[in-house]
């Protein structure tokens, strides 16, 4: 089915929150030798992640928001099953909420600007327009004029009414689909995901007869992601996978823009000016 641009506009967006349930299977580093322990800072393992979500589909075009996916998700390996239009597109959305995306969402938008007085704690509010992106200086307009924030000596900050279009606090997966009917389903998600390792240690008690051995071992998990996939059902698998290239090197990791605000110059003539 091919859309018009008319309903490409219009397609209506569908947001699933979480996962009803999760079932983890991870796969240990395959280059960490049986002596070697996991490395917390550079976990080289991965995991193949099956979601279950009760999501309602309105009937036609839309798009399916799959939120709280792993960070490190291999957008090409997802595999989904259950919506009763199939598959026509599915993105990873890569823009995570952040202090600088909310900034870069807002350009040309109106925000509230609150500065407070640090000798008499007086809070004053303004209505300004955001004219800049999040590098380098934030420069605003108000009915005063056009100015860079945290240039005024006073502590400020910037309140946003709405968050922008696009923007989630988790990693998030989207699909357009087309579906013949209205219907509430149960969709399963499938994706592999870098991020992740495991470790087994083992004790051995001999016993007094000196024949019988008394068996004692205890499995360590480790999960890189922000996501921390609680009472999931888990599996691990031993032995080495033959892997062309790290799971890592296939995860595309969505970005959490940064902002830096500077004001230029920095410092006063009596102590010397300090330049960024």
Do not use: H
């Amino acid at each position: 089915m091919v859309l018009t641009p008319a309903q490409a506009q219009t397609r209506p967006e569908v947001v699933s929150p979480k996962p009803g349930s999760v079932a983890v299977t991870i796969y240990r580093d395959p280059q960490r030798g049986n002596g070697g322990g996991m490395n917390l800072n550079f976990l080289n393992g991965f995991a193949v992640v099956t979601e279950k979500r009760t999501i309602s589909v309105p009937a036609g075009p839309s798009t399916i928001r799959f939120a709280g996916v792993a960070e490190g998700m291999v957008a090409v390996s997802a595999v989904i099953r259950g919506l009763p239009g199939g598959i026509i597109e599915q993105n990873r959305d890569k823009k995570l909420l952040s202090p600088g995306a909310l900034v870069d969402g807002s350009l040309g938008n109106r925000v509230t600007l609150q500065r407070t007085d640090p000798a008499t704690g007086e809070r004053t509010e303004q209505q300004a327009v955001i004219r800049s992106g999040s590098r380098g200086a934030l420069v605003v307009q108000t009915d005063s004029g056009i100015e860079a924030l945290q240039c005024s000596g006073l502590p400020e900050r910037v309140v946003y009414t709405d968050l922008p279009a696009g923007l989630f606090a988790t990693p998030v997966l989207s699909v357009d689909t087309v579906s013949p009917e209205a219907a509430t389903v149960e969709v399963t998600l499938t994706y592999l995901a870098s991020g992740f390792d495991w470790n087994a240690d083992y004790v051995v008690k001999l016993g007094a007869d000196g024949k019988s051995l008394d068996l004692f071992s205890w499995l360590t998990l480790a999960n890189g992601n922000g996501e921390s996939f609680a009472d999931a059902e888990l599996l691990v698998i031993a032995g080495t996978l033959n892997t062309r290239q790290p799971m890592r090197n296939l995860a595309d990791r969505p970005r959490a823009a940064p902002l830096a605000i500077q004001c230029w110059p920095q410092g006063s003539t009596a102590e010397g000016m300090a330049y960024p």
